[in-house]
C-alpha cells in the first residue's frame, strides 16, 4: 500500500466528522448539522428559528441556499479520493415553499450526479418537517488537489 493509498479519502474524513460530533462554524452560526453520510450522498438537518428569518417574516432563502450548497459540496466531497477538494463555482436554487419556525426540522439531502477529474455536479433536495419539498438545488463545482492532511476529521 502507498503512502497516498494510507490517507483517508473524502468518505473516511466525512465519517470521523460525524463520529467526532464536529460542526463547521457556518453550521454552528445558523444551527444545522451533517446528520447522514454515504458515498456520494449526505443529509444535513436544522430548525430554522426567527434568528434566520428576513424583515418580511419568514426565513431568509440564504438559510436554504446555505444548506442546499453545503449538501452539494459534502456530497462531492464524500466521492472525493485522499488529497482531493471541492469548491462551488455555480449554484442554482430554485425556491418552491417558504419555511418559518414552524417548518419543523428541515433536511437538505445532496446527490452526487458526476465527478470527473476537474469538475463535479450535484443535486439537492430540502424539505420541511412535514416531509414537503421546498427548494432544490443544482451545483457545478471544480476538482482540485489539496496538500496532505492529517487523518481524521476535515479542519477548518
Known amino acids: 500500500m502507498s503512502e497516498h493509498d494510507e490517507r483517508p479519502d473524502g468518505l473516511t474524513q466525512l465519517q470521523a466528522t460525524l463520529a467526532g460530533g464536529f460542526k463547521a462554524p457556518m453550521g454552528e452560526t445558523l444551527g444545522f448539522h451533517l446528520a447522514e453520510v454515504e ?58 415553499r417558504a419555511l418559518s419556525e414552524s417548518s419543523g426540522t428541515v433536511r437538505a439531502t445532496g446527490r452526487v450526479v458526476s465527478v470527473g477529474k476537474r469538475v463535479a455536479f450535484a443535486e439537492a433536495t430540502l424539505i420541511d418537517g412535514e416531509g414537503r419539498l421546498c427548494a432544490t438545488a443544482t451545483s457545478t463545482l471544480l476538482v482540485f488537489d489539496v496538500a496532505p492532511r492529517a487523518r481524521g476529521a476535515l479542519q477548518s
Open 39 to 96: 458515498r456520494g450522498h449526505v443529509v444535513f438537518e436544522g430548525t430554522p428559528d426567527r434568528s434566520v428569518y428576513n424583515p418580511l417574516g419568514s426565513v431568509h432563502g440564504g438559510y436554504a441556499a446555505t444548506l442546499l450548497d453545503s449538501a452539494c459540496g459534502i456530497a462531492t466531497h464524500s466521492a472525493l479520493g485522499p488529497d482531493r477538494g471541492h469548491t462551488t463555482l455555480e449554484l442554482k436554487v430554485s425556491y418552491l
